[in-house]
């Protein structure tokens, strides 16, 4: 199995919704990841999970919180969006950090904010 | 100076053709570079990849050169088919034990269409 599976596939949420994007792999992973993108443009790194501990946070705002309760899942909890927030939220999980380990990309979460 | 450079935006290749998609880099820490694949409504999917003291590795149709010297590498996808028709990026990763371990960083992305 080498698939990372995301939910769910698309999103719509007001500017007050409180909601929960989820990530999960079983491959046996330690490192997890969320990604944005927008439209037309690379994917931008938000957060790292490395043995379930937090490893990078790129500067996102708070009102994106990350949890991963164990090795193999990622959530991604989102309060009080703006409009600019959507994109479409990848999830990724490669066996380490090491630069050669392969990152396996879900297929997203496309999220709108109303 | 964390940035990939990627050219062109776009490109269109009739098939059978080379489809030729370049980068370059300033980040010296940078000690992998992998290219993905993203077809609509997908996460993107790794195709090749090639560390700095190789200076070329193909798998198949697809060929990564590097030159190190000048921080530069490309993908060549030969005998270019629609099937090849999607977005590709080329990205860099920090070397192990760096403050940026794990990081991994993509170019702006390429726009391919093969036309048949």
């Known amino acids: 199995d080498t698939e990372v599976t995301q939910t769910p596939k698309h999103l719509v949420m007001g500017m007050t919704n409180k909601k929960s994007l989820k990530c999960e792999q079983h491959?046996?992973?330690?490192?997890m990841y969320w990604y944005k993108q927008k439209a037309k443009k690379p994917p931008e790194l938000m957060f790292v999970y490395s043995y379930e501990k937090l490893s990078i946070n790129e500067s996102v705002p708070s009102r994106f919180s990350p949890e991963c309760p164990n090795s193999s899942l990622l959530n991604l909890h989102l309060h009080a969006l703006q409009p600019e927030d959507s994109a479409l939220y990848l999830c990724?999980?490669?066996?380490?950090?090491?630069?050669?380990?392969?990152?396996?990309f879900g297929s997203g979460t496309q999220l709108s904010v109303l | 100076q964390q940035q990939v450079k990627q050219s062109p935006q776009s490109l269109i290749v009739q098939k059978g053709g080379i489809s030729i998609i370049n980068c370059a880099y300033e980040?010296?820490?940078?000690?992998?570079f992998p290219w993905y694949q993203q077809f609509p409504g997908k996460g993107p999917a790794l195709l090749i990849a090639?560390?700095?003291?190789?200076s070329e590795k193909k798998e198949g149709r697809f060929t990564i050169s590097f030159n190190k010297s000048a921080k530069q590498f490309s993908l060549h996808i030969m005998d270019s088919q629609p099937g090849d028709s999607a977005t590709y990026f080329c990205?860099?990763?920090?070397?192990?034990?760096?403050?940026?371990?794990?990081?991994?960083?993509f170019g702006q992305g390429t726009t391919l269409q093969v036309k048949p």
């Open positions: 990205a860099a990763r920090n070397k192990d034990g760096s403050s940026n371990t794990g990081k991994l960083i």
């Open positions: 980040n010296t820490a940078f000690d992998y």
């Open positions: 090639i560390r700095p003291d190789v």
């Open positions: 491959m046996g992973h330690r490192a």
């Open positions: 990724a999980s490669s066996q380490g950090l090491r630069a050669n380990e392969k990152l396996f």
